[in-house]
């Protein structure tokens, strides 16, 4: 009877042996995960920033993982792209660390794009994309360089009126569709100079006479962290691959090449190699 109170005071000792230190590291280990708009169209993006960890954090959409890039003030950002074909519906963010994970519930809305019916000349429809312009463009737009490049509000290219939209379904001489539009299309008469809309480096230049017959002359730059930027149908190009360009520096003119109507720009920007909308840019900082 008078080990009684020895055991009671032994397994007190104990419990608050072992409750302690888990308390500790609930505390210490929380995450702090910002998705500012939980909600977006298909050809949108998220914005996620991870912040209290030192380790880089693994990140997961539609089963796809996103690096994430070191920022300024020590946290983790990723703009996490959502395909314009994607269904909509309600999906997750997986953020994932050595010890901890999380899920954040996101949904995807349709953008209702209609379909676009494009009449080509006999000349034009029989261009075909040949394997380098093909090969080089996807690896240029896929580029996910560490380095943050661009700095404030995204500029316009080009002068002109916006002819057509982002995510159109395009059906071709009264074809099926069989794609869509994976930018906008500014018309301005030929010769007409084309900006950079942002900080970045010249990660491909290519002309009609090196084989790039579908795209015209085209002009690839990497504004960093997974952020690429694609014009085509260029009239001159007056840039060369590695130069570094600002905000607003001209790269070239527009024009008529490749599988194009009349003279026009063919702006296009990609995270990790996806399409999204280039008008979610213009006048905004990220």
Known sequence: MKLRPLVTLLLLF???LTSTPAT???????????????SRQQGQFFTVKVADTSSKPELWFMERNYAMFRQPDSSWKALVPVENLARPGSYALLIRTDRLEQKIPVFVKPNYRKVQHIRLSPSKQAIKATSIEKTRIKDALQTESPEKRYKGVFLRPSPGRISSMFGLKRSYDGGPVTSYHKGIDISAPQGTPVKSTAEGRVILTGTVAEGYVLHGNTVVIDHGQGLTAIYMHLHSITVKEGQNVDKGEIIGTVGHTGISTAPHLHWGTYLYGTSVDPLLFLGHAY
Do not use: Q
């Open 24 to 38: 500790a590291i609930s505390a210490k280990d929380t995450l702090r995960i910002d998705v500012p708009e939980k």
């Open 14 to 16: 104990a419990a608050a």
